[in-house]
């Protein structure tokens, strides 16, 4: 093999050398074996034909019942046998769905993930379905119609050995049988991909509706979005019904072709046995035999659909596995101790040409807290998903203990991270097992503990099943502040070395105020780093330094009463100062609520 032709083959991304041909390919050893099985099959299926052969031509003739009765009972163990064989192809090919499923099930899951950080836009993306359409494809009668579309060559052979004029004939009608199949594919294909696209904008927009049903109803745009969704849901339906109508054509012009072509070999036969130059039997078998050649270029027909959709799946995924590299495990490096350092960073959203935050430079040490305060868009969000290594910097870098989040294994530093988004949401599950994230072999004190450090232990215990409460369909309906304490045990369980919080205590009440105090109190005093994006002046309570943010840039950073006094002074005075006036630090909230406002130390309540 020469150099190009190696270097072609691996860039192939699209063929058996890609992520999902080779997962397909890891079982050829199987789909060969379903090969041999089809070729068996096949041979055996030539029974029939040659059963009614002997049966016209032998017994009748002969008279003779031991001959039939010896036949019978081969022709019997022949078919029961072909019913085995096909017993075992169909258990092999649900064997292999399941294992291409299985090799490429949890690297899909794990890149939709990491795809989500990117933004909202992955839910656009189904690639699991995808995954479901191939396995569903391979466990269907589909494989086992093409392994053995091969062999209607061979019975064509065949019946050119009864007869030439047979041979001939079988040759014109399936040629004909075989234009209407490549019309179907052609008149279908560009419809049907029309028609999906439609569909999953049709889903997408369905579900963006669902999740800001408030706002819609709210707001009395129900029958717009209403009168929406139809337009893009008829749109598609027409392309559907379009693909639908040409392959529902070309499946009943096929069916009807075929029958038309084995009745017309019988005919045929019928006049060459009257002529005497083939036997009555030889009549039946070319017929039967022609059936058989022509079930397999039918059924793949009937088939197309579903060929389509899998060939469809198998090549969106290799696009999306090329535009989701696969994560490489890192090199396992020493328990973090809580180190963090930002060095000249400018960074932005995944895929962003300019950048959201420019050259951020500080460090905290091992129990140190920060508070991050600015204006609304002023990048705090941006920078809680950098902190915590959601987001890479466009230039810069973001270490903790010396090392990148690139050089750290995902999967054994997850457990040492804390993490509050903006935005929180518990998943489908106990309340018990959304607090220790799912672990499997979590404890119940190490859960309880992270429980008590949040404040949320009592309301927890106050609900009906207590820790085995039932969140998601059917479970139990939490206000926002029971949903972002729960979040915040989440957070702190396994006491983790770095804490980052975004906003956490939007939704929180002044008891839940406190408790947010006295848990990053207490992380600090363990040696955890903690940083607060702070929404409220109480989120900022228990941090000894902050760093103001404005359109982007790092104004000030240092221990928290220099800050204020800096950011104080900055204030502009328009008119003669009142006794120990309060500093107005412009408002962190995305929902356009009042200035934060931080006292003087002394000023009156």
């Known amino acids: 093999m020469s150099n190009n032709t190696a270097q072609s083959l691996a860039k192939d991304e699209t063929g058996f050398r890609s992520v999902v041909g080779k997962a397909v390919m890891d079982a050829r050893g199987a789909l060969m074996g379903v090969g041999w099985f089809s070729a068996f099959i096949n041979i055996l299926m030539l029974t029939g034909p040659l059963y009614m052969l002997q049966v016209y031509d032998r017994v009748l003739i002969s008279a003779s019942v031991p001959t039939l009765v010896s036949l019978s009972v081969l022709m019997v163990a022949m078919f029961a046998f072909m019913g085995f064989l096909e017993f075992c192809r169909s258990r092999v090919l649900l064997r292999v769905a399941d294992k291409v499923e299985r090799d490429l099930g949890g ?77 179907n594919e052609v008149s279908t294909r560009k419809p049907s991909v029309e028609a999906m696209k439609f569909r999953r904008a049709e889903q997408s927009f369905a579900l963006q509706s669902h999740r800001n049903t408030d706002a819609i109803t709210a707001m009395g745009m129900g029958a717009n979005m209403r009168s929406r969704w139809q337009d893009i849901n008829q749109q598609g339906a027409v392309d559907a019904q379009r693909a639908g109508d040409r392959a529902a054509n070309a499946s009943s012009l096929t069916k009807a072709l075929r029958m038309m072509v084995q009745s017309g ?104 807290g920060l508070g991050v305060i600015g204006p609304s868009a002023a990048g705090k969000s941006t920078l809680a998903r950098l902190l915590v290594g959601l987001w890479s910097p466009q230039k810069g870098a973001i270490r903790l203990d010396r090392a990148s989040f690139e050089q750290w294994n995902r999967a054994e530093l997850g457990p040492y991270i804390g993490y509050v988004p903006q935005e929180v949401e518990l998943f489908d599950g106990t309340i018990a097992e959304n607090i220790s994230r799912f672990t499997a072999n979590a404890t119940p004190e190490a859960i309880v503990e992270a429980a008590q450090m949040a404040d949320v232990h009592s309301m927890i215990l106050g609900l009906e099943n207590g820790y085995d409460t039932r969140i998601g369909e059917g479970g139990a309906v939490l206000s926002g502040g029971q949903t972002q304490r729960i979040a915040l045990a989440r957070a702190l369980y396994g006491k983790p070395k770095l804490l980052v919080l975004d906003e956490p205590n939007s939704n929180l009440d002044s008891d839940g105020d406190a408790a947010l105090s006295r848990a990053i109190k207490l992380l600090r005093k363990q040696g955890s780093t903690v940083i607060v994006m702070a929404h409220r002046p109480s989120a900022i309570s228990a941090v000894d330094k902050l760093l103001m943010l404005k359109d982007g840039r790092q104004v000030a950073f240092g221990p928290k009463d220099e800050v204020l006094k800096s950011v104080t002074k900055s204030v502009p005075q328009t008119t003669k100062p009142r006794p120990a006036p309060p500093a107005k630090i412009p408002s962190t909230s995305t929902t356009g609520g009042p200035a934060m406002q931080i006292r003087k130390p002394g000023a009156p309540s």
């Open 265 to 368: 070999i019988l005919g045929l036969g019928g006049y060459l046995a009257v002529k005497q130059v083939v036997t009555p039997g030889t009549m039946i078998a070319g017929s039967i035999i022609l059936g058989r050649a022509l079930a397999p270029v039918q059924m793949s027909i009937g088939q197309w659909r579903s060929f389509n959709a899998a060939r469809e799946a198998y090549a969106r995924l290799n696009a999306f596995y090329k535009m989701v590299p696969d994560n490489t495990d890192s090199l396992s490096l020493p328990e973090p101790k809580g180190q963090l350092d930002v060095e000249h960073v400018f960074a932005g959203p995944p895929g962003a040409t300019q950048a959201v935050l420019s050259d951020l430079n500080f460090s905290l040490q091992p129990g140190d």
């Open 107 to 183: 690297r899909t899951f794990d890149a939709w993930m990491n795809h989500g950080i990117a933004g909202k836009s992955a839910a656009r993306i189904a690639p699991l379905n995808d995954v479901s359409t191939l396995k569903q494809f391979l466990s269907g009668n589909a494989p086992g119609t093409f392994f053995d579309i091969p062999w209607v060559v061979i019975y064509i052979f065949v019946i050119f050995l009864l007869h030439w004029m047979l041979g001939v004939f079988a040759v014109i009608g399936t040629l004909i049988i075989l234009v209407v199949a490549v019309y």
